[in-house]
Structure formats: structure tokens, C-alpha cells
């Protein structure tokens, strides 16, 4: 590359707790290269540079990126918009007007799909360009990373509003239903298994897109638990569906008609409240009468959906996860510059060295081991199709970081 190339940077995708601290370690990254001359923000990601959108990112005070590392949400704005050939050759215009050399995007698995597509097409066109992809995602879902940034608080937000949950559910007894993210992968969902502290600790039931669900199955685990305890504590993904791998049998496509679709053909599941208003009433219509046959009470159900909460909520910040964030858009420069294993575009992984002490390094990976792929929970980690097992627990503890152990009297 020429001395005084310039730098983009952009994000994209659904936002984290600790997105900005991806977008900082690059800005820092960036601040070491004497070759870098201007450092460009794009706003809203890609659609930004069609539309040369850009934010000057030299010689910010390290105050002020301290404070923005340190902020939820994507402080440049996001996109989810995905290019196609013509998408491209505006971005190539506007690479061109502003000597743009080097191209870093932080985002989950359609981000780094883009950031193939643009890769792919400024060696096809001659263009000289650098890419790399900074992962993020709550969903966790990125193959290759062992875990991404953004799931550690994430999974930390679950994990806390499980346990709140259950604490008021001991309060006033009752059947409690708690819908959270995750349309493909149950990582997310999974993490509210870290709650407990005891076997009478919910969430009592949980259910993820990686095993079959099954109605009556549900209910009849809803019972057990009910009977033995006087209540039930549930955590269920939005992706859950009757067939495992099966888009067209989502639980949710049966509780909602239509529903919005996004530009990569993903359409929306979280906020509506529909599965967990569907869950619920399957609940009172097959066990309620059952319950109160038994009890001569009325079976209270109530169901809350998470939603976009658990993405840049403050305060719930993981350590550890805050701290990779950093460092990956750090490594993303690195590699960048150097082009490890003749990777000049790319992506930035995480390996795990050690659970006790949590300990982590970084490698760089070929954007097509990333782009458009899910990475499942390991079904064997699903116990009998409603529970999360333990080694599931001791690969999330250093990633989520200690949770406060509730007081009871009884």
C-alpha cells in the first residue's frame, strides 16, 4: 500500500453493549500506522460510503474515545443494508474519490458476508484494497471464533433478568414464560441457565432452535415442574421450531401472519410478544383446567419478551468481553498491515487457551469461514430437550463474568 493511505471504518448489523470498544480498538489501531492518513467513519455502515457519508476520526482525545468505548450501541450508526454488484461499484467510487486502502467492518454474519463481497470484488476489479471483518454478534453465532463479542453482556443482561425473574416469580407462584434472542442459535438463551444457584432456582425449562419442539412434550414438562414446585420459570429462544433446521416450522410462524423481512432475507422475530403470547395461552388452554382441578386455584401465566433489551443495555458490561472487543479491532489493524498467512483481508478470531484461568488469544481467518454461517450449540449440551447441561456453564462463566448470589430465607 502507498504511504497515506486512507482508512474506513464502519458497523453494521444489530448493535452490542460493546461494539464501540471494536470501533475504538480500531481507531487506536489505526492511530499506530504511520502509512494511514486520514482515518474515515462511516455513518450507517456501507450506505454511508456510497453516500460519502464520512466522520473524521484523526486526533480524537483519548478521553472522548474512552468514553465512546465505554457507550452500548453503535456510535457511527449501523446499516443492514447487503451489496450486490451495483452496490459495489459505488463503493469502489467512493474508495477511489477518497484513497481509501483499507476497509475495516464490524459486524456479525451478514457483515462479514459483505465484507467478502467487497473483498472479492476489489481483486476482481483491480482495486487495491484491504478488508477485515470485526466480529460481533450476541447471537454468538460466528463459526471458527470460539465466542463473539457482544455475547459475553449479552448473555450477562439474560442471565441477570432470569434471575430477577425467577425472584419475583417465588413471590407470586405462577407459570412465567421469558422469549429471548436468537432466530438460528440457541447461545443466547442458553446463558439463562447461569441464574441458578439451586435446584429450586428457575429458569426451570429451557428451550432452544437446536433440539425439535414439541407441544406436548412443553406441557408436559411444564406440569412436572409445576407439581413439584407450585411454579415454573421458563426461558424459550424466538427461534424454536417444531423441526430442527427447518426454517418453514418455527413456532413463531404459527403464532404471527406476515411480519417484516430485512434486505438478507431475515425476517423479524423479536418484539412482536407473539410466541410468548401463544406459549402462554397453550399453557392455561391445556393445563390450566388441570391445575385448577387439582388446586381449585386459577393457573396464572404471564409471558415478557426481551427483545432488543439484552443488545446495548449499560451497566451489564462483561470485563472480559469489553476487553476482547478492544483488542479485536486492535488485531484487525495488526493483520491488516502485516496480512498473517497471506490473509491481506480477513477476519478476527478468538481462541480459547484455558477456562481456569479464562484465558484467550487471536488469530486471523478467511472471510469465507465466516461469512453467511451459523455456528449451533452443540445439541449435547441440551438435556432432554428442555435443560442446558453443565458443560455448557463452564464455557460461559469467564464470558459473562461473576453474578451476584440472591439471599433467601426459605
Not at 499506530?32 to 462511516?42: E, H, P, V
Not at 468505548?69 to 451489496?83: E, W
Not at 432452544?208 to 412443553?218: A, G, L
Not at 390450566?288 to 451497566?315: C, E, H, M, W
Amino acid at each position: 500500500m502507498a504511504s497515506n493511505t486512507n482508512a474506513v471504518v464502519g458497523q453494521s448489523g444489530g448493535p452490542t453493549a460493546v461494539i464501540n470498544q471494536s470501533l475504538v480498538g480500531v481507531i487506536e489501531g489505526l492511530y499506530q500506522q504511520k502509512s494511514i492518513g486520514k482515518i474515515l467513519g462511516a455513518r450507517h455502515g456501507v450506505r454511508g460510503i456510497i453516500n460519502g457519508d464520512f466522520i473524521d476520526l484523526n486526533g480524537l482525545e483519548s478521553g472522548l474515545l474512552e468514553q465512546v468505548a465505554q457507550t452500548p450501541s453503535s456510535a457511527l450508526g449501523s446499516t443492514r443494508d447487503k451489496p450486490d454488484e451495483e452496490y459495489c461499484k459505488k463503493l469502489f467510487e467512493s474508495f477511489r474519490k477518497h484513497s481509501v486502502g483499507y476497509f475495516y467492518y464490524i459486524g456479525g454474519n451478514d457483515s462479514a458476508d459483505t465484507a467478502r463481497i467487497v473483498s472479492e470484488m476489489a481483486i476482481t476489479s483491480g482495486y487495491p484494497l484491504r478488508v477485515y471483518h470485526v466480529p460481533k454478534t450476541i447471537d454468538n453465532d460466528l463459526r471458527t471464533t470460539d465466542h463473539c463479542p457482544g455475547y459475553g453482556s449479552a448473555a450477562r443482561f439474560v442471565a441477570l433478568g432470569l434471575m430477577g425473574d425467577d425472584l419475583d416469580n417465588r413471590s407470586l407462584k405462577g407459570v412465567k414464560i421469558d422469549v429471548i434472542m436468537g432466530r438460528d442459535a440457541g447461545w443466547l438463551t442458553a446463558s439463562s441457565v447461569l441464574a441458578r444457584h439451586d435446584e429450586q432456582d428457575g429458569p426451570h425449562l429451557i428451550y432452544v432452535p437446536e433440539v425439535d419442539f414439541n407441544e406436548d412434550q412443553f406441557i408436559g414438562d411444564v406440569d412436572r415442574v409445576y407439581s413439584k414446585l407450585g411454579r415454573c420459570v421458563i426461558a424459550v429462544s424466538e427461534g424454536i421450531r417444531y423441526k430442527v433446521g427447518d426454517k418453514n416450522s418455527l413456532v413463531t410462524e404459527k403464532a404471527m401472519q406476515g411480519g417484516e423481512v430485512d434486505a438478507h432475507g431475515n425476517k423479524q422475530l423479536s418484539g412482536s410478544g407473539a410466541l410468548g403470547d401463544y406459549l402462554s395461552e397453550l399453557v392455561k388452554r391445556k393445563l390450566g383446567p388441570i391445575i385448577q382441578q387439582r388446586s381449585s386455584g386459577k393457573l396464572r401465566v404471564r409471558a415478557d419478551t426481551f427483545g432488543y433489551l439484552q443488545r446495548s443495555f449499560p451497566t451489564i458490561v462483561s470485563q472480559s468481553d469489553a476487553q476482547e472487543a478492544r483488542q479485536c479491532g486492535r488485531k484487525a489493524v495488526e493483520y491488516s498491515m502485516v496480512a498473517p498467512d497471506g490473509l491481506a483481508s480477513g477476519s478476527v478470531a478468538i481462541k480459547r487457551i484455558s477456562d481456569s484461568p479464562y484465558q484467550v488469544d487471536y488469530f486471523p481467518t478467511a472471510l469465507t469461514n465466516v461469512a453467511r454461517q451459523t455456528k449451533h450449540l452443540d445439541p449435547s449440551w441440551v438435556k432432554n430437550g428442555c435443560d442446558i447441561a453443565d458443560n455448557y456453564v463452564r464455557y460461559a462463566k469467564g464470558l459473562v463474568g461473576p453474578l451476584p448470589i440472591p439471599g433467601k430465607l426459605y
